[in-house]
């Protein structure tokens, strides 16, 4: 029997909890699931012994007054006909009927491979906050921070704060786009008082611009990293490497369901419909915007999802202003032609399955490596290597097939018998 | 010593604070999480559920994700070949 719901939202990331709130202060029957153990998504994740801080503890305490059905450590894998998922929680398959859904599956980092980036302790930016907030102890720790992106200065300064000491912060964007960036963050007073607070929080933290990381070297767990900076390179010491290139939307669930997708984001309109009808997105499959353009469309698509289209209305001017703050991200943080080098012939670039960069560059297309080197077709789906070889070969991403996330056998076999789509799974649990 | 969790890694006992995750147990204990088809050492990248190579056996059942893995008392995680 499917639980059913009015309003459903996939994600319980910011847009999303913002998206539940709203839609049953309508009285609608809402449900939220996400696929970690608590909400709050990446951003508001937090080690068992921190506390909710603000603003995240205004909106989870706004939830609690609401009887959204909270459903977590839930992962949607498919959806069999229009208006039925179905998720995996533990080894049970759940069946989610719903009337209007709202899609907030947010983002994740982008990495690029270079010379020992498979080496253990060379992290995601995000990756390794992520494993310090669930208990890694990071107190004097080396931790070099390289890439591009907003993130990598909230994670230096999560790192710092947490006793890590940071030789470096290594951002490949040039000092003229981060100044140009810097000076718009000074028409925002609340983007202004983050800055600050991120100075204060790094001050005496080495940062350079126009640098990045070109190899990581170790052999059982990464000992040192050779960075490229104005030119010249230079190698050092280091206990992690925290490595991330901005962030690549989740896409893959609203393209199952067969939302347009266009410029790899999720297509909407001024109250966050996608093409589908009853269908919402919000958050960072539509664009990559921080905080508050997240919350600010989770609020636009719960209320258009429960019919309240004048109020949502009003928040569109909002959310214009902070559309604008994307695309300045985007800008400021373009990936530098060199970074396409940055892979030698024999560094892997699709984990899952070990295929170095010079067997992939004989091919003129992702579908056509996938066929031929099993490139993408490992756990991950191509979520690691797919944004990778993107930049690398500006290959274009397939189509997605179900199920969106490996499933355990026994899922399956609840799910549509007979279908002989799944090879997915199967190389997840080879 | 309710805060702290005691479990194996390939074969050798480690406590941790109870809450951690299976892939920050494995790290504790100097392990890789698993070896890849070429043969190299593999540890987390992701944190977030997304890239498997966290994966381990856990209790005998393969190919868990230890990012997203909270440890439990007595379990018995092996990396994986
Ligand atoms: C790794 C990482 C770390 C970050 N850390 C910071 C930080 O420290 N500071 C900062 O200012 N910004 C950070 N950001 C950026 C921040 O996440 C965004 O600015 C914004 O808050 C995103 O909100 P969201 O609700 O759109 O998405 P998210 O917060 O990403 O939430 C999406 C949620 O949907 C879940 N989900 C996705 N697919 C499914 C599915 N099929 N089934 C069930 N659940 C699913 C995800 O697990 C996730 O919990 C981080 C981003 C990433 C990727
Ligand atoms: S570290 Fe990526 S899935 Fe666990």
Redesign the interface.
Same mark, same amino acid.
């Given at each position: 029997m499917p639980q059913s719901f009015d309003i459903l939202v996939i994600g319980g990331g910011p847009a999303g909890i913002a998206a539940a709130i709203r839609a049953a202060e309508s009285g609608a029957n809402t449900g939220i699931v996400d696929d970690n153990a608590a909400l709050g998504g990446q951003i508001w994740r937090r080690a068992r012994t921190e506390s909710v801080a603000e603003p995240a503890a205004e909106w989870h305490q706004r939830l609690q007054t609401t009887n959204v059905s909270v459903l977590c450590g839930t992962r949607v894998f498919d959806q069999p006909e229009p208006g039925l998922l179905l998720a995996e929680r533990h080894n049970d398959i759940l069946q989610l009927a719903y009337q209007k859904l709202v899609l907030a599956t947010g983002a994740r980092e982008r990495f690029l491979p270079f010379p020992g980036w498979t080496l253990p302790n060379v992290m995601g930016a995000g990756g390794l906050q992520a494993m310090v907030k669930a208990g890694l102890p990071i107190r004097d720790k080396r931790v070099i921070v390289a890439g591009t992106g907003p993130l990598l200065l909230a994670v230096a300064a999560y790192l710092r704060s947490h006793g890590a000491e940071i030789p470096i912060i290594c951002e490949q964007a040039s000092w003229g786009k981060l100044a140009r960036f810097g000076l718009t963050l000074l028409a925002d007073r609340q983007k202004t008082t983050q800055a600050r607070q991120l100075k204060r929080d790094l001050a005496g933290v080495p940062f350079a611009a126009n640098a990045w990381p070109v190899a990581a070297h170790g052999h059982t767990a990464v000992q040192s990293l050779t960075i490229m900076r104005n030119g010249r390179s230079e190698e050092i010491a280091c206990d992690y490497v925290a490595s991330g290139f901005h962030l690549v939307p989740n896409t893959e669930l609203a393209a199952l369901l067969g939302c347009q997708i266009r410029g790899g984001f999720v297509h909407v309109d001024h109250l966050q419909r996608t093409s589908l009808p009853n269908v919402f997105c919000a958050g960072e499959p539509t664009s990559i915007g921080g905080l508050e353009l997240s919350l600010i469309e989770g609020e636009i698509a719960g209320l258009a999802a429960s019919d309240r289209v004048p109020e949502a209305q009003r928040l569109v001017a909002d959310r214009k202003k902070w559309a604008r703050f994307a695309r300045r991200l985007d800008r400021t943080f373009s990936l530098r032609n060199e970074l396409r080098g940055l892979a030698s012939p024999d560094t892997i670039v699709c984990r899952c399955e070990d295929v170095p960069h010079s067997r992939l560059r004989e091919h003129g297309s992702w579908r056509a490596a996938k066929l031929h080197t099993r490139c993408g077709m490992g756990p991950c789906q191509g979520r690691i290597c797919g944004p990778a070889t993107e930049f690398l070969f500006r290959w274009s991403p397939d189509s997605v097939r179900p199920p969106v996330f490996p499933v355990r056998v026994s899922s399956l076999s609840a799910e549509r018998t007979g279908q002989p789509e799944h090879t997915k799974h199967e190389e997840a649990n080879r | 010593m309710s805060d702290q969790v005691s479990l194996t890694v390939n074969g050798a006992s480690i406590s941790?604070? /109870?809450? *951690? #995750?299976v *892939?920050?147990a494995v *790290?504790?204990a100097g392990q =890789?999480c698993r070896t /890849?088809? #070429?043969g $190299?050492?593999?540890? %987390?990248?992701?944190?977030?559920?997304?890239?498997? $190579?966290c994966?381990v056996t856990i209790n005998g059942i %393969?190919?868990r994700r230890s990012?997203?893995s =909270?440890c439990e008392q007595g379990m018995e995680v092996t990396s994986e070949t």
């Open positions: - | 941790v604070p /109870s809450g *951690a #995750t *892939a920050v *790290a504790l =890789p /890849s088809v #070429t $190299e050492p593999r540890g %987390p990248l992701c944190g977030m559920g997304i890239c498997f $190579e994966r %393969p190919h990012c997203q =909270p």
